[in-house]
């Protein structure tokens, strides 16, 4: 069985556990103090292109998304976020457990548009509703999505002006900022949003996600927050050096690069068959609308996860590729496909 | 410099990281549902002696702690620990943030007894109060002592004639089984406590704890918390495979072994001096008492804490030693002591 | 200015008051252990026809509802309601700040069935998800419809087949309970659901909400979870006292017919004058569709919410009646409404 | 049986009922937004000599308390309070629900000084710690201890120098102030502290507590915490109504005044016994110390709280007084006391 269930499937890249085995009987300062820590910060604020903003390493997305909105806002607000967003569907309402109502919006291909929230400001007019405070969209998203930089100009644009502070699931950003279609760099987000995450665990980091913090006023005592939701890593520097593998000749960006391409080979593949998509997606998952028995006979080679049904003898399958994904197993799929 | 600050100041046992290098490139299902945790937890059960307990794997400390307890308790209930308890003093409040009030208990050596409880039953008497139900302690405790079978087996009778929970945090559990004084067994845990804890960050993993669930009651919808708190790897497997290893053979206990055996010689060393010491901790970390004057000359060399004033030219100081430990550098600091 | 805007906008019925004066200089027991306080229980026991069920008196219907759905549920569960429910919408997401989702369902009538639970449920497969456990319902719903007899018993069924709570919010119970449609009594409840209130605030009395748990598994350490979230008041026989008064000769059911009839006089004339309803709602809300120009020149002599805009020159108000309504007012409502 | 057990066994006084008969049946705005519960903020803010405060009124003191402090601080924040403290004994973890940690600070009066905050200032070093941010103090305290002019001018001074709130409890504010041996008025808490409530329940209110903001930085959206923590009633104007009532001649001190003196002649009869007390109260809550057997006789006629045993056969007593209190019942008290 070759499996493009999702792509957390396989360990990390050679080169990241090379440098954990290289690093491995240095001591060095717990929690995040190390130097590897403090050179993968410095290095992605040189790649951001900002000095003035701060960044935290957390193990996992969920982590990171519950600690970051649970410390920005106060108990009275809420989140807004696309019905297909991971915090309002994958995360177990981590989000509601701290304590924070997530607004959810209804959007085709799984992007928050300026209209989208004002919807929701104009439906929570007083005290008796919560207030909606945090926009948090994914890049790419759900679905395989991603924003272009007119889009996110126009986000930004609109959330500073209702006092909203801009918030990007990065889980996958890697393969947002790869994607063929893409017009956005780091250096971004670093302007247009208060606070976003790079993603590791998905892009060939063994776990680890970096929480970049732009917004002045988000800043003050995070290290608290780390540490109360668990966060905090004794031996941090597995976060540290990681990143620093990932960024110091931007690994990050091939890797990322390689699982876009291998989707893009499997959506040309599908698509000379004849088979439609439930979206054009230009990363790194893509979600063919399949023949019930074909799938089946693919299920009997490949992992993958029915999305949903599609009608009464075809499926929406999701293929997801990563920085692991083989060429020759993506080929084979195409072959077993046409058989 | 060289650290005797605490025991996650190094990476992991080499073996854990060949362990990791030689799975790296298979594919495997996510969230800890891949077979090296599969495999981890039935060692472990092995280990433990009984087959119907529940395991699971988490990142860190904190986040067991917190996800256990909150998991266990309904809304109005506290957990009871001693007032030098990790969860009361260095976890930030995060038992708090999750709704439970924690009620705190002086004892000199960090060790609950029957009587502590049994006071703080007689405090809270009606539904003005909340409702102690969950012990909390740690073995190795957070001064380096350890509980005795007999201790912990009058705990344990206690706890369940009172309806409470007994729960123990082994983030030095290795170091606690492996001490000379010590005269419990991993099986006495499972049949003793309610759950607990196996720590392998301070002993030898990268990250990683073995949550152990003995009580039947405390099962159920277990992984829903953990994933709610954040604490679900996506590359669950990370967590098996470094269990595994440290269990297959025992690496787990030999590391631990090391360990105490460089802090009893650290001990001796500062004895023979004539020194003296806060307690007489007989795991992996030892509390000194010294004068002002050599720390800071101790202080040039060697990076360690300063655990608290004892007198107006004297200090007590915390010296921690791991499975990284190295039997020359102890010998050179009992030197360096005497001169 | 006639308000027809909501049914708290008076004081209290004035036997309710004769009551409190009654008993005010004797001294009783605080926080609802008084002699009223369990009269009233009992006499509603009485009315529900069941001894084995617990109630306790609560200031107001939010925090009724927060703490008997905080207390029920486990931190993963989640309660289901339809999007207008009045935890969904303005109650400041009181129930998410106590660690809960409330999952929403679109229903046009205000009202849930075994389909609509039955969807929620699906979509919550695994522990990536919040798990579905409490049925929320309102009867009177928040948009005046009620609930049928077979249509609680289906309600009922499937919630118990499914191990889901069943939880009727009925702030407005009394007018549900009188309405002429209506074919269920109080003692139904205490056979179909595992918990409801009996509003009491907003059918004639100061303050005060009869929280009646059936279920067993649901009663144990109640009172903490009161006192915890602020709900027990000292002088605790203010509710005892009003609730004693309100059934110990039906008067509240009067109040509640007394609410309804009004109601039902002002949709009655509304109707003849040709003009439609957003729903054929049988107790004592009803929601009116006019022109905008009338809808002004009544604003000029009335209180009433606009409730939405319907299309470019008509809009839906909102029209409340209360035990206090005055019929001459009604009427006069209507004249003006002809003009 | 008379009961000096507390002061909530009665009623309101009189006149609060009249005023809520009088306004009845006059229709009024919900939640607080009423001409009653306007006038009542206005008077209150002449009567504390602030214009630029903001006042709400709340239902009860553990929801008063559990709303502000929740409020106030950020998810890393703690509040210290001294061991007796309301907030840490008797509101079954109120604060702890929503999150925050309260830090315990022994004193053998009830009150805070700043060496104690300094204490616990210097406890918390860190991230890995709580931040203690909020000073809660009770006045009068819950061992009937007052605080004289200076010592809540110098723990207001230490608070604004290191950035803390400073917050009072004034379940008892009416007995405190109305002490022989006050020398604060209302103005002082208007000028020293940042957020203070004004208890009704206690002095003569059916219900009812005035909460008031003087620090800028912590009224914004305040409404939304009231409404989500269900403390916003519906019919607000029993608040208002009660508050005018109280204040609009004065009432409040004159029913804090009978009390005080009613537990000072209550004192002076117990000290011409011979007796001695925990503590020289002089609000209006005493703690005699009596003999066992003496106090079995008296519970035969009066009702008061076993406060503490005190020695083998001789235990401390609370006497509560309150408005109510009758001058005959105390005589007949000191009275059988002699026999």
Redo the contacts between chains.
Sequence with gaps: M??F??D?????H?RI?NA??E????????YGEDKYTEEAVKLLKEKIGRNDIDIHLF?????????AI??FL???E?AVAVSTGHIL??????I??????VI?IEAKDGKLTPEHIKEALEAHTD?????PKLVYISNSTEIGSIYKKAELIELSRFCRENKLYLYVDGARLGSALCSEENDLELSDFGSLVDAFYIGG??NGA??GEALVICNNSLKE?F?????????????G??LGIQFLELFRDNLYFELAKHANSMAQLLKKGISEEGYSFLIDSPSNQIFPILPDNIIEKLQEKYLFIIWQKNNYNTSVIRLVTSW?TKEEKVLEFIKDLKC
């Design positions: 070759y499996s269930k999702n957390y499937s396989e360990g990390a050679p556990l954990l085995l690093t491995n009987l240095e001591q060095g300062e717990g193990p996992g997305g969920t982590q990171t998304n519950l600690t649970s410390a106060r108990p009275h809420a569907v994958h995360e177990t309402g981590a509601e457990a701290t304590g924070h109502k959810s005290e008796h509703m919560v207030k665990t998905k063994l776990l005592d290290r608290f927050f780390i540490k109360q939701k668990g966060a905090l890593l004794a031996k520097r597995l692991a």
